[in-house]
Nanobody
């Protein structure tokens, strides 16, 4: 059974930092591309950051560039999202995603989400 468990969310003041973690089990972590998405109330889920299976390439939403850093440690089956200079508009539920395409089959797994609230 595949599980993705996010942690590290919470309440932080504007300008503060948080590090989210997503620990996985039940899949071969090293062959999955990993991503962080977020969903604010009344809005669609959006991609925040993504990293390839090897960790050699990353991609960020414009809103995250220069402030957020995604990384993965294959030995720990864990992906991280370091978030600095947080803004109130970063408030959302943050979800971890694992994705892999094998032939014509797409494999996609989601965590349950962790709440990030940026407020003074």
């Amino acid at each position: 059974q595949v599980q993705l468990v996010e942690s590290g969310g919470g309440l932080v003041q504007p300008g503060g930092s948080l590090r989210l973690s997503c620990t996985t089990s039940g899949l071969t972590f090293s062959i999955y591309a990993m991503s962080w998405y977020r969903q604010a109330p009344g809005k669609e889920r959006e991609l925040v950051a993504a990293i390839t299976s090897t960790g050699g390439s990353t991609n960020y939403a414009d809103s995250a560039k220069g402030r957020f850093t995604i990384s993965k440690v294959n030995a720990k089956s864990t992906v991280y999202l370091q978030m600095n200079s947080l803004k109130p508009e970063d408030t959302a539920v943050y979800y971890c995603n694992a994705a892999r395409k094998i032939g014509k089959s797409d494999y996609n797994y989601w965590g349950q989400g962790t709440q990030v609230t940026v407020s003074s």
